[in-house]
Structures are given as C-alpha cells and as structure tokens.
C-alpha cells in the first residue's frame, strides 16, 4: 500500500478521500530524528510550514520509498526543491487553494492599520478609552501598490479596486493582458506613488530583502505596509526604525522572519498589526488545499503505475 505522512496535519475530508483511494494516510507529527528514521516508509510526504524539508531530510529519505513531496499551500521555501528533484523527489505545491483566503486577510490588516483596529482593541481590553489618539485615514481613493502580480495579488486588486482605491501594479513578468483597469509601474515608481504597499512575492535567499532600508526611503511619508506574502521579504530592523521615525505610518505582517518566535520589538509595536501565518487558515481554503492534494496524489500515481 502506498503510505503518506501528513506532518503538518491535513484537511480531514481529503484524508477520508485518499483512503476510499486505497492510500494509508498517517497523520502523526514526527520531529527531529524521529522524523529522519520514518520519512524512509513513506511514499509521500505532505507538510505546511512547520516541517522543513531540508538537504539532511532528502538524504534521510534517499534509498527509501519516498517519491512525492506537497506543500500544503504555496510558498515552498521551507523545501529544498531543487535538492529534492536532483534525488529524484517529485516536488508540487497547491497554488491555487488559498489565494482569497490570504487576499482577505490582506484587506482585513489594511483596514486594521489605516484606522487603528489592531491598537484600540487591544487598549480598550485593558480600560482604556483613547478615541482622541485614534485619528486614521479612510482607504476610499488611495494609491494600492501591489508587488507581484500573481493569484493573490489579483484578488487583492479585485477588492481594493471596488472598494474605490487606485490599483498600481509592478510584476518580473511585466505588464498583465487584460487588467487595463490597473496601472504597471517600475518598483521604484510603485514605492513613489503608493499610500498603502502590499508583497505577493515569493521569498529568494539569495536576492535578500526586497523592501529594506533604500525601498523605505523611496516610498511616501506616511506610508503603511503589509505583508502577508514571506517573511524575510522585508528587512524588519528597517521596518522598526521607520516605524518609530514616522516614516512608515502603519504596517501589517502575517508572516516574519524568525517563526515562530518573532522580534518582540516588532510585535509590541502599536503601529503594527500581526497575525500568526494565518494567510491560508480558512475552512474553505483548507478544504480546497486538500482537494488539491488528492487529485496530485492520484494523478502522480496513476502516471507511476
């Protein structure tokens, strides 16, 4: 019988499918070297972001069964893909799943910056009633400057745009067919002309932050930014110093450099808005990410048989 580990857990109903398939599905979470002796008896490995799939976890695997690797979501830079398909790992990822999920939430944390949700909730919890210091600004005819112009971003721009915001756009890719509504720009325009910055990127080690302290120089006093895309994008000791200069009006992270455990500064700061990773946490993303998961896991292995 084929066997998949589902580290991370997975969406209840795409297990039961993948046993009416006749696949075993475990659903116990393994750690450390627990984890390197297991993955040897399993074909399939499914993770989220907890589980780093590593050079020394494809070695472990290497002269087992292991043939499959999925990311539960989209980003994969807690695999090493390249290493993986060099084993001859096959390596997929669920990129359709969660895209209104993590666009919402986008929405949801520029509302929560531009008029202070995230602050007031917490200082009313403890007494207070500050409604003098809570003075934002409304989003209705404000520049959006989305980075990356790919699934999520377009959700994004799909909701800013009827909400009545401005749409700018910068993607690697260039100019989009078919979104005449939305303006491209260079990056470095974009960060000129943009109120409120949100990231749709994927995160590349090797290129480094992508908003640091030249891109928060560039962009407009009074700024806000979200990220709701890959920590290590933004150069959060950067971010900081903007924040308490005033530079940076407001921010909001959903995901951050060091997880789980992130800068403390960063999170105690009340111009900042912070969720945990929580981007694609919904019960109709979750059930479309293991949708997803089933059809790669039996179209894999119809090819194989």
């Known amino acids: 019988m084929i066997r998949l580990l589902a580290n991370d857990g997975m969406d209840k109903d795409a297990a039961v499918k993948l046993r009416e398939l006749g696949f075993e599905v475990v659903e116990d979470h393994y750690d450390g070297e627990e984890l390197f002796k297991q993955i040897k008896e399993f074909d399939i490995l499914v993770v989220r972001s907890n589980t780093k799939v590593r050079k020394d976890l494809i070695d472990a695997a290497v002269g087992g069964k292991l043939k499959l690797v999925i990311r539960a979501g989209v980003g994969v830079d807690n695999i090493d893909v390249k290493y993986a398909r060099e084993k001859g790992i096959t390596v997929n990822n669920t990129p359709n799943a969660s895209s209104i999920s993590v666009a919402e939430l986008t929405l949801g944390h520029i509302f929560a910056v531009s008029r202070f949700i995230n602050t007031s909730n917490v200082t009313m919890r403890e007494g207070k009633w500050e409604k003098k210091a809570y003075k934002g600004v409304e989003i209705?005819?404000?520049?959006?400057?989305?980075?990356?112009?790919?699934?999520?971003?377009?959700?994004?721009?799909?909701?800013?745009?009827?909400?009545?915001?401005?749409?700018?756009?910068?993607?690697?890719?260039?100019?989009?067919?078919?979104?005449?509504?939305?303006?491209?720009?260079?990056?470095?325009?974009?960060?000129?002309?943009?109120?409120?910055?949100?990231?749709?990127?994927?995160?590349?080690?090797?290129?480094?932050?992508?908003?640091?302290?030249?891109?928060?120089?560039?962009?407009?006093?009074?700024?806000?930014?979200?990220?709701?895309?890959?920590?290590?994008?933004?150069?959060?000791?950067?971010?900081?110093?903007?924040?308490?200069?005033?530079?940076?009006?407001?921010?909001?992270?959903?995901?951050?450099?060091?997880?789980?455990?992130?800068?403390?500064?960063?999170?105690?700061?009340?111009?900042?808005?912070?969720?945990?990773?929580?981007?694609?946490?919904?019960?109709?993303?979750?059930?479309?990410?293991?949708?997803?998961?089933?059809?790669?896991?039996?179209?894999?292995?119809?090819?194989?048989?």
Request: with cysteine; net charge negative; aromatic share 8%.
């Open 140 to 305: 209705f005819g404000k520049t959006l400057g989305l980075v990356g112009f790919g699934r999520i971003a377009k959700e994004v721009a799909k909701r800013a745009y009827a909400l009545g915001m401005k749409i700018i756009y910068t993607d690697i890719c260039g100019k989009a067919e078919g979104y005449d509504e939305y303006e491209f720009v260079q990056f470095d325009e974009l960060l000129k002309q943009a109120d409120f910055i949100t990231l749709h990127i994927p995160l590349d080690k090797n290129k480094g932050y992508v908003i640091g302290k030249e891109e928060i120089a560039m962009m407009k006093d009074g700024a806000y930014l979200i990220n709701c895309a890959r920590g290590g994008v933004v150069n959060e000791v950067a971010l900081i110093e903007a924040l308490n200069t005033g530079k940076i009006a407001g921010a909001a992270l959903d995901v951050f450099e060091n997880e789980p455990k992130p800068n403390v500064e960063l999170l105690n700061n009340p111009k900042v808005s912070v969720t945990p990773h929580i981007g694609a946490s919904t019960e109709e993303a979750q059930e479309r990410i293991g949708n997803e998961i089933v059809n790669i896991v039996n179209e894999f292995f119809k090819k194989a048989s």
